[in-house]
């Protein structure tokens, strides 16, 4: 597939674009609206991405500060698609908290913010009950605006979820959206995703474990992100960690090997684990272990 985006220079790990203003309104922006992990970094918020198409935003995982990250980007990067009452629709990889623990901040503060229709969920199994008991732990604050002078939107608070199964599970005039099962610790069920754009062609790793899935999904895409740990600083954490991180997560040298099959226009890294080590030395550590290909390691806010 031939890549329609803008002309993008590398200038160290910042990207600029060089598209006329008019041009990159069009063109599909992924917005990293948090890089972080389940540890509390307070510049890295939780997991989360958007894929901004079509004056719409489609968000994967709701890790916690999304909302806030994306009124960021709103303001700061004048997205109109990420401003709180317009995020309506999210695709969650998988189930832990670090990529869930948002929800109800998206479910809530998207209502207050005046969101006019019922937020759409996609997720594994258990996203269905997941939303229905966050519905019911807020049903006194819906209930007091609801029945109060507040002013709101009749529909705003609702959630339509739906589980995802692989295979192709959204289609829009913006975008095809499929799941792709990754093996993640002992879930049954984790997905990264994959997006195909009128310009564009995105793959998210989610959590996962080295796998040819990604690099599979991928196939020369415009954009893969995927997240990583330091294979350097691995042997320096404690042994019960170092079992449960090897079967949960993607090293720098396993991730070497995938980006090389995957061929990637741009490898974005995200959700990772340094454990003392720089964005430099992940990058390094990529190269030394053989990928040569266009490679940044992802902050929030960063728009590629
Ligand atoms: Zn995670
Ligand atoms: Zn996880």
């Given at each position: 597939m031939v890549s329609r985006a803008p002309l993008l220079l590398t200038l160290g790990s910042l990207l600029v674009s060089t598209a006329p203003?008019?041009?990159?309104?069009?063109?599909?922006?992924?917005v990293m609206l948090g890089t972080g992990?389940?540890?509390p970094d307070p510049d890295r918020s939780g997991p989360a991405v958007a894929i901004v198409t079509g004056g719409r935003a489609y968000l994967i995982d709701a890790g916690p500060g999304l909302v806030r990250r994306a009124a960021q980007a709103a303001r700061d990067r004048k997205i109109d698609a990420l401003r709180a009452?317009?995020?309506?629709?999210?695709?969650?990889?998988?189930l832990h908290s670090d990529h869930t623990v948002g929800l109800p901040d998206l479910i809530h503060t998207g209502w207050v913010a005046d969101r006019p229709a019922p937020l759409e969920v996609y997720g594994p199994p258990g996203i269905e009950a997941m939303v229905h008991h966050l519905t019911e732990a807020w049903a006194e604050d819906i209930a007091v605006r609801t029945d109060g002078t507040q002013p709101h939107t009749a529909e705003g608070w609702k959630?339509?979820?739906?589980?995802?199964?692989?295979?192709r599970i959204y289609r829009d005039s913006n975008v095809t959206v499929e799941a792709i099962p990754v093996p993640h610790t002992s879930w049954k069920s984790a997905f990264g995703y994959r997006f195909t754009t009128k310009d564009r062609v995105i793959v998210v790793s989610g959590d996962?474990?080295?796998?040819?899935?990604?690099?599979?999904?991928c196939n020369g895409c415009d954009v893969l992100l995927h997240e990583v740990y330091s294979a350097d600083r691995f042997k320096t954490i404690p042994l019960e960690w170092q079992r449960y991180h090897a079967g949960s997560h993607t090293s720098t040298t396993q991730l070497a090997a995938i980006a090389g099959k995957a061929r990637p226009k741009l490898l974005v890294l995200?959700?990772?684990l340094y454990w003392g080590a720089t964005d430099d030395d992940l990058l390094a550590e990529l190269k030394r272990a053989g990928y040569q290909g266009p490679a940044v390691s992802g902050k929030d806010l960063g728009i590629y």
């Open positions: 203003a008019g041009l990159l309104a069009q063109a599909t922006q992924v992990t389940p540890n009452r317009n995020l309506g629709i999210i695709f969650i990889t998988h959630v339509n979820a739906t589980t995802v199964v692989p295979g996962t474990r080295g796998s040819d899935a990604i690099a599979e999904a995200y959700h990772q």
